[in-house]
């Protein structure tokens, strides 16, 4: 259910603003929609301190110091790891230039530059050159330039002029280093020891790992309450704020509002007001989609609707279908088992696992697939759990592959027709709360859509159908779509029938749109079968092995069925979660673009 919200405008003294602001964190139910920046201070110091817990992680050998360090023990772990990671930076640069340079200067040998400088200032203006062969033999014919052969470097004729060879000569200076070659080892190697110091004060600093985790929070909580407190505004000795809060926690912010003396006002929630927070409050049952929900990150818009429980049960359906083997669901109920007793407690995700691994396991028993084993049918106890015409092996009840795959393919089809008209009753029982006679468009959906349902059974799997009364029902939904789909309260009936018969064209469109809705079902009769059809082709390659090789037959059915799994889990995904975010979504109007609940609070996890 989505919680009604209400538009609380919150008045103090100005002096009395750290005391608002502290109490109604303390309280923690008023969200503020459209906050300013926090402090930059704030944000640059919940950066630096992830940056640094993040690095850490690297030198971590896994010990942790559990026991939080006190805020001054902290500051001295923190600015000692700053300023090792930042000494990292500099000496690596340092360490690479020194041998880059070093590398250069080996080829000419380990000599002072100091005494060639030396030479200079004497009056003997030495210049080193590398020249290729032809150079070399036009400057030993050249009678004006004078000039010493040395060792080649890098297989070429090497020479020392004394001034600058003249423009004319083709040759490679070597620009004289300001450091010896010795010098930039010894460099290179102070580098090296300083380094290690650096790595043994962040392998020290990583057993605070956990420390650094809790001035993240800190340092969040004071982004959050910096923001909040840049958002109020002031002026005349006021302070006030505006946000959101619940209809349910009234009572709660009205005895704390009359115990500080602060003034304040309640608003409904406007028509055009597109930043109302959905806070969606589930039971024990609907609270099982919470996990995939925050996988998603979807969240219904406050004027929409919660379709958690339908989700839920149309959820657990599809991924027992496209799953579809008895033998996987063990898989999960195992891993579910196994959740449950390292986590030493049944969270909803573990419960989640349990519901759909039952799941599972009840559709593979009545379609009678156990890891995609034929043999499964000659256990008496198992064949008896199956429905015939769902069955994989429909020779075992002498029935045809054609008959069980057509019984499929219905069943799918009827799920789509009973969840888009689930859809559009959804939208009838709304709008007539709120005397919006565009429900009677949603009548017309509804009876278009099972009448679509026929036409899909004729044209799919060829099941005898008379179209033409079909087709009127069509008809009739179609221009009772047209006719009322422009109706809202605050139109009169002309101007409603005006707009309808404006998008007439867009109804026709969206009534083919329909038509491959009801089609789009039939993914889970084809992701079912050909999940089926991996695991038969890898038990038939690991059958061909025999003898001494049955090991290699195992390790195939063991690879071959994981491999299996994991593209039924993404199929789950891509098909699945579609058919309910898409089609049923759709159908309801429903576009997920809500704004999560966030009130004011102090938060106790790290927020990504």
């Keep these: 259910m989505i ?99 070093a590398d250069k200067l080996r080829a000419w040998g380990d000599f002072k530059p100091s005494d060639v ?43 020392a002029t004394l001034g600058r060879l003249p423009s004319n000569f083709q040759a490679n200076e070597f620009v004289l280093p300001p450091t010896a070659l010795y010098q930039y080892g010894t460099i290179a190697l102070n580098c090296t020891l300083e380094l290690k110091e650096c790595d043994k004060t962040l392998r020290d600093a990583s057993r605070y790992i956990p ?32 946000g959101y809060i619940p209809e349910e926690a009234l009572t709660d912010f009205k005895k704390l509002a009359a115990a500080k003396c602060w ?112 043999g499964a049918m000659n256990i008496p106890f198992l064949k008896s759990l199956v429905i015939p015409s769902f069955a994989n092996y429909p020779e075992y009840f002498g029935i045809s592959t054609t008959a069980q795959q057509n019984a499929i393919m219905k069943f799918c089809f009827i799920i789509g027709a009973i969840q888009l008209s689930l859809a559009c009753i959804m939208n009838v029982k709304r709008k007539l709360g709120e005397k919006d006679l565009s429900l009677v468009a949603d009548i017309g959906w509804l009876v278009a859509i099972d009448a679509l349902y026929f036409v899909v059974l004729f044209l799919v799997i060829g ?15 179609f221009l009772l779509v047209v006719c009322f789909g422009g109706m809202s309260p605050d139109k009169t009936f002309s101007q409603g029938l005006k707009a309808g018969l404006g998008d007439a064209f867009t109804t026709f469109l969206n009534t083919i749109s329909a038509f491959g809705n009801i089609m789009s079902y039939i993914r889970l009769f084809a992701v079912g079968m050909a999940s089926l059809a991996i695991a038969q082709s890898f038990n038939n390659m690991a059958a061909g092995f025999s003898g001494p090789l049955v090991i290699v037959g195992a390790v195939i059915m063991i690879i071959g069925h994981a491999l299996n799994l994991v593209m039924g889990l993404l199929s789950v995904v891509v098909h699945g979660i579609r058919l309910n975010l898409l089609e049923f979504s759709g159908q309801l109007g429903m576009e997920w673009s809500g704004i999560a609940y966030n009130p004011f609070k102090k938060i106790d996890k790290i927020k990504k």
């Design 3 to 101: 919680e009604k919200m209400k538009v609380l405008h919150i008045v103090t003294e100005a002096s009395k603003k750290t005391q608002l602001l502290d109490e109604l964190r303390d309280l923690g139910v008023v969200h503020f929609a459209e906050k300013k920046s926090a402090d930059k201070a704030c944000t640059d110091r919940f950066m630096l301190l992830s940056k640094t817990a993040l690095s850490l992680k690297d030198y971590s050998d896994g010990t942790l110091c559990e026991e939080i360090l006190s805020d001054e023990e902290f500051e001295k772990v923190f600015k000692a790891s700053v300023e090792a990671l930042d000494k990292i930076k500099s000496l690596g640069v340092e360490k690479s230039s020194a041998i880059t340079e």
């Design 117 to 159: 400088t030396d030479l200079r200032e004497d009056g003997f203006d030495f210049y080193f050159y590398k020249v290729d062969k032809k150079t070399y033999q036009d400057l030993k014919d050249a009678e004006d330039v004078k000039f010493i052969r040395l060792a080649d470097v890098d297989k070429m004729p090497t020479i």
């Design 211 to 242: 420390s650094f985790n809790d001035q993240m929070l800190k340092a969040q909580n004071d982004e959050e309450y910096s923001s909040v407190s840049n958002t109020a505004e002031t002026g005349e000795g006021l302070v006030w704020l505006s």
């Design 263 to 374: 003034a304040y006002g309640l608003d409904d929630i406007a028509d055009d007001d597109e930043l109302v927070p959905t806070k969606v409050k589930y039971n024990k049952l609907t609270r099982l989609m919470v996990p995939v929900f925050d996988i998603l990150g979807t969240v219904p818009a406050y004027r929409e609707y919660d379709i958690s429980f339908w989700f839920l049960c149309f959820f657990t359906l599809f991924f027992a279908m496209i799953i579809g083997d008895a033998g996987y669901g063990l898989i999960f109920l195992l891993a579910g088992i196994a959740l449950h007793v390292k986590g030493k407690k049944l969270t909803d995700l573990v419960m989640l696992v349990y519901v759909l691994s039952v799941g599972t396991i009840v559709w593979g028993s009545l379609t009678g697939t156990w890891f995609g084993l034929e």
């Design 463 to 477: 099941e005898q159908i008379n179209l033409a009364p079909v087709a009127v029902i069509v008809v009739v939904g």
